[in-house]
């Protein structure tokens, strides 16, 4: 799906309830479940802020995996075996490269603002 709108109109929301749905709560098995790629760290602030309040009485485990933060936590976010990885693509490939880091798991990827993250803007009307 494409999505396409203004600042406020519940983009995030339309692929989070359903990931939250699908995914309903924390599965034993290592290995996260979803993936979601974002542009930059202001965008994962927002997406965390929205996911936060659903989660608080459901129980999923997320981890963010961001540059500009430290290397060591993300580390230790990653030893909770989330079920959801925001992540911005620089340093999930680090990540990626340079530990044991699968995404295997993964049942469904989101590329939010992905005229921002593929450098184009093709999605725009």
Known sequence: MVV???TGSGKTLSYLLP???KLQSHSQIVGARALILIPT???ADQITKVLKAFLHKIDL???LILGGHTYEGQFESLS???DIIIATPGRLMQLLTET???LSRVQTIVFDEADNL???NKFQN
């Open 41 to 43: 760290r202001d965008l």
């Open 118 to 120: 593929f450098g184009e």
């Open 80 to 82: 909770i075996n989330p």
């Open 61 to 63: 485990r997320y981890s």
């Open 100 to 102: 044991d880091l699968k």
């Open 4 to 6: 396409s709108y203004k």
């Open 19 to 21: 990931i939250i749905n």
